[in-house]
Structures are given as C-alpha cells and as structure tokens.
C-alpha cells in the first residue's frame, strides 16, 4: 500500500500526507463524553459530527453519542444561532441531559458564529446547563480540542466560592478509561479523595447489560465540577491536554497546578507517585513499592532483547513523550519521535528526555508532523520497532517492521481502550508487549534449529 514512498525527502510546509492527528471537536466530543448526564454537541453540518462519533466509536468499540446543529446552506450563509437555539431545544426536550456541551467546527469557526453570545441569549430549561469551547480544526488537533473543552468545563462551571474539601483536582490528559481507572486505583491507595474531570470510565468502557443507555452512570458530575473551585490543588497530567484546563482553574478559582507528565514508565510514575505521597502525606503503599518492583524486574529480565533496539515512537504528544521515556528506560534508542499535534514544547521535551541518555545524536524529532514524515525517516535510517496509532500499520507492513499499538486511536485492535499503559502496570503491559514484538520476530526469522522456546 505505501510500496511507493519515496526515500527522498523534500521540505514541505502546507501540505500534510498521511496526518497523524485528526480534529479539534474529536477530542473536545470525548472530554465532554466523560461528564455525567452531558450531550456533546456539534455546531455545524451532520457529517462532521458523524464523522467525530465514527471515530471515536471504532477506537473504543462503544457508541459515541452526539447532537449536532445540522447547518444547511441557510446557516451557512445567516450563522448557526437560530439552529444551535433550536437544538438545545429539542436536545433537552427529547434526551433531556443536564448539560449540553457544546463545540464548535471549521465551518461555524470560518462563520464567525459568536457562541458565547447565542448562550447567554437563548433560553436554558431551569437546572440545566449549555457550556461551549472553540474548536477550530485548522489549528491544533484532537488534543487541543479535548484540553479546549475541559477548560470550557472548568470556565463554565467550577465554583470559586466551593468550600475547600480537601479533595485534588485531576485532570488526567488524554488517555483511555483503562488509564483512568488505573489513576484511581493509585489515589485510592495514596488514601487522597480526588475530582477526577474527564472521567469516561463506565462511559467509554461500559459493561454488556443487553440493555443501552444514553447516559451511563458514568462520568463527572457537575456537582463535582462546581466543587473543583475548591480543590486544594491540581494535578494536571500531560502537558499539552491539561495545562489549558488547569490555567482556567488557576484563573477563575485561584487553584494552583502542578503540570505533571503522563506517569508513563518507570521515572515519570516515581514522579506521580511521590506527587500522591507528598500531597497526602503518607509514604508511598508497599503495594505500589513492589509493583515497581516488578516492572524493573521485567525490565532486567528481557534487557538483553531491549537493549540498543532502535525504534520509532508516533501519536498524541502527551503519550509519545511518555513512551519515549518508558524505551529509553528500557535500553532502547528512539531514533524516531513524532506527533502530528503542533507544539514546539514537543521537541525540547523529547530533546531533553534523549539526552541524557546520548540517544539524541541521530534522532529525529517533530512536532506537527505526519506519517509520511515518519516513513522516509524509516527508509534512509532504518528501524527495528514501531510503537504507536494503528495508523503504522501501513509502514510496518511496507517496511516489515514488528509493531506494537499503543496511544489513540487504536482501531484494528480490541480490548486497548481497557488496558492501561499509565503507572507501575501500564509499564509493565507496556515492556511485555514491546519484549513480545521483539521475540516474534526474532522467532519468525531464526532458523529451525535456533527457535527456542525457553529464553
Ligand atoms: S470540517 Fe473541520 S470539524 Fe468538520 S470533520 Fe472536517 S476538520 Fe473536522
């Protein structure tokens, strides 16, 4: 399928081939799924929000539910207020929500469409609630638009006068509902009460019960969201999902933030989890110290199959740092680290994770780049290991490279929605699945006489 790449490479400044993010109201749609009782809502023609629920359905294998403002060609050219007015309308007549979340698209953002205006002036059902955030998908990606609405969340709703409750606020970036139960997991043995937002856990990763619900019971509540205002102090995961939101919460209830990388690997869990244990004031669980354990274990065990392998780590800036960081523990050399979501922050972190360990000679970085990019880098200077988006799945079938999945979106796989890659066992999924590409390999090319199967 992409036999034809060729190996050399030309500047390119507009044009993207093969990109490697998708859109604003994408991520803006899955935050707004991980509160209770929300609709998401797309202000703008019905094939960008189907397109937004496709997407999102294939990764976790659960319905995506969205509204949309169904603009037609007399919106285009009036504005979309007489259409967003009748949707909230009928959202809330029909689906009855308590919140209707709503997000913008390229056409209401090249409109002009003014939504806090059409909010302020239209008529909301008592106890119910239209909160809004800009997402304009020709700047950004899904990640901005998920850390946009998050914040829209926090603007709309967070309450400076919430009583200190000795709760934490986190928000925990732009990871899986099997991340965000192992999150909790890691708070509940720190002994801290938390207000998780988003939280798409028994939304996104709900159980077969033969019977479908709109609004699972899942997700943060607005109570909780009110109640942020209050929070003794914010944990903001993943610098590129959660900085937005937890300035919004700095700004309107005066709650500070600690910008925190996603816990992904051995060093940057340590950080999360003398984070937890400073904050609580309590030492760190055993369960968690030989946790950790394990996963060093493990890394010593297969060191020998880790060790020098050079791989190419793709997807959301947030997890490709943390992934870079969980291979370079593990005796791997990135030579490969790119994301499709701008930023120039990406670079010097991934620059900065690299150097210490003198893999930075040689790498290649990018922010805002595509696949394209990412497969001429493989043809000119090789690669044994590809992690990331199924999207790589093409490359690794081109260039005959083992690859493991990992990050959003993984859509030609089950069961990575529930799996974690955060924390001491995210880690140790993680290292298992990379050791297991390593030796499949290994295995499929050996001779008869080598195919061991004691290691
Ligand atoms: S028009 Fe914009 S918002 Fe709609 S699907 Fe395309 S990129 Fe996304």
């Not at 790589?392 to 929605?417: N, W």
């Amino acid at each position: 399928m992409l036999d034809l790449t060729p190996r050399e490479i030309c500047e390119r400044k507009a044009l993207r081939i093969n990109p490697l993010k998708t859109c604003q109201p994408v991520g803006a749609l899955y935050a707004a799924l991980g509160v209770r009782r929300c609709m998401p809502h797309s202000h703008g023609s019905q094939g960008c929000v189907s397109y937004h629920r496709t997407f999102l359905t294939r990764h976790f294998k659960e319905p995506a539910v969205a509204s949309s403002s169904s603009f037609t060609e007399g919106a285009s050219v009036f504005g979309g207020g007489a259409n967003l007015r009748a949707s909230v309308k009928n959202i809330f007549d029909v689906y009855d929500p308590d919140v209707i979340a709503v997000h913008t698209t390229c056409l209401s953002e090249t409109i002009g469409d003014d939504l806090n205006s059409y909010i302020l002036e239209m008529e909301i059902p008592e106890g119910k609630l239209v909160v809004h955030c800009n997402t304009p998908s020709y700047v950004g990606s899904h990640v901005t638009g998920f850390a946009s609405m998050v914040a829209g969340f926090v603007r709309y709703l967070a309450d400076a006068g919430s009583p200190a409750d000795g709760r934490v606020a986190v928000f925990p970036g732009f990871l899986n509902p099997g991340d965000l139960r192992e999150y909790k997991r890691l708070l509940g043995l720190a002994g801290l009460p938390f207000i998780m937002l988003p939280d798409q856990t028994g939304v996104m990763d709900g159980p077969m019960t033969g019977s479908y619900e709109m609004f699972p019971e899942g997700g943060t509540t607005v109570d909780e969201i009110r109640a942020l205002g209050g929070a003794r102090e914010a944990l903001a995961m993943g610098e590129f999902a959660s900085t937005e939101p937890a300035l919004a919460l700095k700004g309107k209830c005066g709650v500070e933030a600690r910008v925190m990388p996603l816990p992904i690997g051995v060093r940057a869990t340590d950080g999360f989890v003398a984070a937890l244990s400073g904050i609580s004031g309590r030492p760190v669980p055993r369960e968690l110290e030989e946790e950790r354990g394990r996963l060093v274990d493990l890394m010593l065990d297969a060191n020998p199959y880790y060790y020098g392998k050079r791989c190419s780590v793709f997807g959301d800036p947030d997890t490709v740092l943390g992934i870079t960081s969980l291979a370079l523990e593990l005796g791997m050399v990135p030579v490969h680290v790119v994301t499709g979501t701008p930023g120039e922050a990406f670079e010097r972190k991934a620059r900065a994770l690299l150097e210490p360990f003198g893999a930075l000679e040689g790498a290649r970085v990018k922010a805002a780049g595509d696949l394209f990019d990412l497969h001429q880098w493989i043809k000119n200077d090789g690669t044994d290991l590809l992690i990331g988006t199924s999207y790589g799945k093409q490359i690794a079938k081109a260039e005959d490279l083992p690859f493991v999945r990992a990050g959003f979106p993984v859509l030609d796989r089950y069961g990575h929605s529930y799996r974690p890659i955060i924390g001491y066992r995210g880690g140790l999924a993680l290292a298992t699945d990379i050791a297991d590409a390593i030796m499949d390999r290994i295995d499929r090319d050996c001779a008869d006489e080598d195919l061991e199967v004691v290691m």
